[in-house]
């Protein structure tokens, strides 16, 4: 079973534009992060915040949590075609390193 | 690019047949962790071997195994193969308890 699940499934936008996908969660966590991948092969590390931080950011990305909503959200800034992606959200109940995948997000930049 | 490759990178058996899959972990790196990924789906953790210990398993079957060895390469293998068990296994490693892993290319294995 999935313990994230993201919202929207797929997200298709123009260059340029900004995408945010969103990331709720059901138990109590140490931290979460999240991934990238491209075309159903290994995923890569973008992202992780812990459960006392509450906005993190790296780059063109920015991340948000909120553990008394059990959420989070990811959002790319001014985004490129390069993006196109699934993205995961994972959560890490005891910083044990084994995370708990959401169903993903889809995203298409359209150049 | 990650340092963790995995090997092969597509597999056909058929039902019944039993599969090994090999991953070879980062360079410093201790743990590694086995995911499988449905297609559309996110990847499900199979379960961690930290220093040739399993160190946690999630909800799948016994017929899934491993093995971690001395220089923390892994395998996993699978008995009596089911359609079900069409996906991509992932291997990812990481230093113990800290946060972030490693993916490798993952291994395409169909069911036939």
């Known amino acids: 079973s999935q313990q994230g699940e993201e919202d929207p499934q797929a997200l298709s936008i123009q260059e340029g534009e900004n995408a945010t996908m969103n990331c709720s969660y059901k138990?109590?966590?140490?931290?979460l992060q999240w991934y990238r991948q491209n075309s159903g092969r290994g995923l890569v590390h973008l992202i992780l915040?812990?459960?006392?931080?509450r906005e993190k950011h790296s780059g063109r990305l920015r991340v948000t949590l909120d553990t008394s909503k059990k959420s989070s959200s990811l959002l790319i800034t001014a985004s490129r075609a390069a993006d196109t992606a699934s993205y995961f959200c994972a959560t890490d109940e005891a910083a044990g390193n084994k995370l708990t995948f959401g169903g993903g997000t889809r995203v298409l930049v359209k150049p | 690019e990650t340092g963790v490759t995995q090997s092969p990178t597509h597999l056909i058996k058929t039902r019944g047949q039993q599969v090994t899959l090999r991953c070879s972990s980062q360079s410093g790196h201790n743990t590694v962790s086995w995911y499988q990924q449905a297609l559309g789906q996110g990847p499900q953790f199979i379960f961690q071997?930290?220093?040739?210990?399993?160190?946690g398993r999630g909800n799948f079957p016994p017929r899934f195994s491993g093995l971690q060895f001395p220089n923390y390469s892994s395998e996993l293998n699978v008995n009596a193969l089911e359609l079900d068990d069409s996906a991509l296994y992932l291997c990812a490693s990481s230093a113990w308890a800290r946060g972030k892993l490693f993916f490798g290319s993952g291994t395409q294995l169909s069911v036939l």
């Open positions: 071997y930290y220093r040739e210990e399993e160190n």
């Open positions: 138990t109590s966590i140490n931290n």
């Open positions: 915040i812990r459960s006392n931080e």
